[in-house]
């Protein structure tokens, strides 16, 4: 990581779903883990949730933040696996208006150096939707630390050169 430490940090808006048909609050440990990476890194979680695993329910969830001008960013956490529950990115799908496959490419190969060929299960994912950033990670926790430490931290930080997913925002709703 490459952090300019002249420049200032902007801490951003970021709303985090978990997705998962057998998770509460109480067994929640991924959006936990994400939650206390968020506030640690100084940004502000200004919305977080439970969804079941269902396109209909997650796009709903998405649109609604998406269309929050509150909200820089969005994060998920899970269903993003090959069972017929996993439907996150079928869900994202319906919602965005650009790809960002370097995000998953990269993703798959940070976890990789983790968990080897396993990582090809993967749907990890991110797109851009109504000027929001929606990042959907797996539901491991494991998956959640690859995807935060290694890729976001770093992203979402204003200071990061040569270039960060922050310095963006002022533009990405322009036509």
């Known amino acids: 990581m490459a952090i300019d ?46 969804e079941r695993d269902d396109v209909e329910t997650i796009y709903r969830r998405l649109v609604s933040w ?19 529950r996993d439907v996150t990115p079928e869900a994202l799908d319906r919602i965005k208006e650009k790809e ?16 080897g060929t396993s990582t090809v299960q993967s749907r990890a994912l991110a797109v851009l939707a109504r000027g929001t950033y929606i990042f959907a990670l797996p539901g491991s926790n494991g998956a959640v630390k690859d995807g935060w430490d290694r890729i976001l931290a770093e992203q979402l930080d204003s200071r990061n ?13 322009e036509k």
Not at 100 to 115: A, D, H, K, N
Not at 161 to 173: A, H, Q, S, Y
């Open 5 to 50: 430490e002249s420049r200032t940090f902007r801490p951003i808006n970021i709303a985090l779903l978990t997705i998962s048909d057998t998770r509460g609050p109480e067994e929640d440990t991924s959006g936990d883990l994400l939650a206390g990476r968020i506030q640690g890194a100084g940004h502000k979680l200004i919305e977080r949730a439970i």
């Open 100 to 115: 960002i496959p370097g995000f998953g490419e990269l993703f798959r190969w940070v976890s990789y150096q983790t968990i």
């Open 66 to 84: 998406a269309d929050d001008p509150a909200i820089d960013a969005i994060i998920t956490t899970g269903g993003t696996g090959l069972t017929g």
């Open 161 to 173: 050169r040569p270039c960060n997913f922050v310095e963006l925002m002022p533009r990405l709703r």
